[in-house]
């Protein structure tokens, strides 16, 4: 073995130079992991390196001082010495830890082939909340304390690392693991073992094909964000940011740093403490002259959504064995196709009847969302189809009997729109949006919308008593996200206004691992309504390449009992009658169709800007089209209902900034992936 330097955890007991080395899984390297099995220690240390296809590249064990660094570049074979090995030290008496080790255990199993059967979450293990897992650095400053230093630390496990620096990272991370373990020695039988039999191998191997995707889009996420601020000032001992974009902001983070460059080219590095609407506050190492700052950067990985860290939770509670997989009947219908036929009824109805001003493929949804026989309906809504009137009408209908939906979106704006159609029809709801998105940002979007009918979640967070917010309340819209806030729970609101109906709007961009904690978490839930279109997939970090990604469409049980609107009913599909043809035929099967009479192709103009495009990050704006759509606005718009849409948000953002400066009506503004559908 050779020695490995290092400097992160520093104390009177831990050594500066570790014995490793870096092995393929195809060597005969057996007799090595059969002394490691037999050290004389409480538990090893494990840690995993997943590449940016999303595949498991590396991992290592450490047993003392010692690391083992395993690059897998093939298979192992069931008939090898080191998988007859391996498996004598995953099923052996020396427990495994980890951190994030339910996630880890799933997708060691699932590359491997052999059964991990004592696994320990160190994240969680002196945790008062499985939902509040620490970060290893905070392990090991409750644990080593001391000198060690906390960025080194955060960096090994969210840093991004080049060649042989990727092998001492996870070596790093497995002999850290051991050393938190060995420190907590007294407490490692008192937690639950992660078992990978507690489920099916079918099962494990579902799992884990979701896990893989997941894994694939957090590696593929930025780890250095450029911000766009408009200025930058001293208050006291902090600096204070005014950030210029919602989507590049500085968040409150302890896994992030912020690195200020001034004008000579020195960069200082700070930590965000805390954010008020555009404002973050923000405390620097060494002093910064704020008239003289040129660029601001977020380096590191985000914290963890409460939608990720409520689905981690749910993963590893049933890996402990402290909750089961499939006790939901939705997360049954969804993942096993036998129960999903059992429980359906027959084929599709299609109703004589027109309900409410909508069309026949609309009625046909409107009845199936308040019929009472199937539990799940799907619904693929091309773009204009009215997917949004839709649900208002079947939520007024569901609301007249005094059942309870809740009605979802992935996005902010995706509510906003539904909720605007609710209010038209006179249905009464509530509306909860986070305080971070609405206050000095967003407020605009939600003029049409009364102030009595939207809950901000730092009011609900404060508030004693939400049952006079909510009284005669059967309907309430949020964000996915905002389902898992604990803040909801907290406040009582699922007791209020149970989770009855829920309805899922922008389906097509949510995997259906994101589901599944939700269905055991509502125990009171009847029926879930999806709506989407696959065709229009918007694309979080890395979605573009994960091309197994499923969402509720991709079950194949249960696309032959999904719904098609059919026809385009809305002003987005006022586009000459040739381009409809093209795209009904080209994309639809040539089953859309429109009621619009406009067939004039001059509907459509096509205006070519002699410009070039300008990089900002990873997106692109272009100032000569800003100002010409600025121009159009002045000239022909501005007194009329009218939209914008751009691909790219930076032009966004230069658009509604051109259109505010010439006091032109600027909140219709939209790139294509808050807009479409």
Not at 145 to 160: A, F, H, R, V
Not at 178 to 192: C, E, N, R
Not at 513 to 535: E, T
């Amino acid at each position: 073995m050779e020695n490995l330097d290092q400097d992160t955890l520093l104390g009177p007991d831990l050594p500066r130079q570790l014995k490793w080395r870096v092995v393929t899984i195809a060597q005969d390297i057996s007799e090595q992991i059969l002394s490691f099995s037999k050290l004389p220690i409480p538990a090893f240390g494990i840690a995993k390196h997943i590449n940016l296809k999303g595949k498991l590249e590396a991992f290592a064990v450490a047993g003392g001082d010692e690391v083992l660094v395993l690059v897998v570049k093939t298979g192992l074979k069931r008939s090898s010495a080191n998988f007859r090995a391996l498996s004598q030290m995953f099923e052996g008496p020396i427990p495994l830890a980890g951190f994030s080790m339910a996630r880890m255990a799933i997708l060691l199993s699932e590359f491997l082939h052999i059964p991990i059967l004592k696994g320990i979450d160190l994240s969680t293990l002196q945790t008062n909340s499985t939902w509040k897992p620490w970060s290893p650095a905070k392990c090991v400053h409750k644990t080593v304390g001391g000198e060690s230093g906390s960025p080194k630390i955060t960096d090994l496990w969210d840093g991004l690392h080049e060649g042989e620096g990727i092998w001492k990272a996870v070596a790093m991370r497995a002999w850290i693991s051991a050393i938190v373990a060995k420190y907590w020695q007294p407490h490692l039988s008192q937690s639950a073992w992660i078992k990978t039999t507690r489920i099916s191998s079918k099962q494990l191997k579902s799992i884990a094909k979701m896990l893989i995707e997941d894994e694939f889009m957090d590696a593929n996420k930025p780890r250095i964000v450029g911000n766009e601020f408009t200025n930058v000032k001293r208050s006291g001992e902090h600096i204070t940011i005014n950030n210029a974009r919602f989507k590049t902001r500085v968040r409150r983070s302890k896994s992030t740093h912020v690195v200020l460059t001034d004008a000579d080219g020195m960069q200082h590095v700070g930590r965000a403490r805390g954010v008020n609407g555009r404002t973050t506050h923000v405390t620097t190492r060494s002093r910064v002259s704020t008239d003289e700052v040129k660029n601001i950067y977020v380096i590191g990985k985000e914290e963890s959504t409460c939608a990720e860290l409520a689905r981690d939770e749910f993963l590893l509670l049933v890996m402990q064995g402290l909750r089961r997989l499939f006790s939901s009947p939705f997360v049954r219908y969804l993942w096993s196709p036998a129960e999903c036929s059992r429980r359906f009824s027959g084929e599709n109805v299609t109703h004589a009847h027109i309900i409410d001003n909508l069309n026949q493929s609309q009625s046909n949804v409107v009845d199936a969302m308040t019929a009472t026989d199937d539990p799940v309906v799907v619904v693929h809504g091309p773009p204009g189809t009215g997917k949004t009137s839709t649900i208002s009408a079947a939520t007024s209908k569901l609301a007249e009997t005094r059942k309870c939906s809740w009605i979802v979106a992935q996005s902010n704006v995706g509510v906003k729109n539904i909720a605007e159609n609710l209010q038209k029809r006179g249905v009464p709801f509530k509306l909860i949006v986070s305080k971070e998105f609405y206050v000095e940002w967003h407020e605009h979007i939600y003029k049409s919308i009364p102030e009595r009918m939207l809950i901000r979640s730092d009011v609900l967070e404060k508030c004693d008593d939400p049952a006079p917010l909510l009284h005669g309340i059967h309907v309430i819209l949020c964000t996915l996200s905002m389902l898992s806030n604990p803040v909801l729970e907290d406040s009582r609101i699922y007791q209020l206004v149970p989770v009855e109906q829920l309805v899922v709007d922008e389906a097509s961009q949510i995997g259906i691992f994101n589901y599944m904690h939700l269905f055991h978490k509502f125990r009171k839930l009847q029926k879930v309504c999806f709506f989407g279109d696959p065709k229009q997939r918007n694309a979080p970090y890395g979605q573009d390449n994960a091309k197994t990604l499923q969402c509720i469409f991709d079950l194949k049980h249960l696309q032959s009992r999904s719904y098609f609107l059919d026809t385009q009913c809305k002003p987005i599909s006022q586009t000459p009658a040739t381009i409809r043809s093209f795209i009904s035929s080209a994309v639809y099967d040539k089953k859309l169709h429109s009621v619009h009479k406009i067939r004039d192709p001059s509907c459509l103009a096509f205006v070519d800007i002699y410009s070039t495009e300008e990089q900002v990050g990873k997106s692109w704006k272009n100032s000569r089209e800003v100002h010409t759509v600025v121009r159009l606005v002045e000239k022909h718009y501005h007194s009329k209902n009218f939209c914008i849409i751009t691909p790219y948000d930076p032009q966004r953002k230069a658009i509604e900034v051109a259109l505010r400066k010439a006091n032109l009506p600027w909140g219709n503004v939209f790139n294509v992936d808050s807009f479409q559908g």
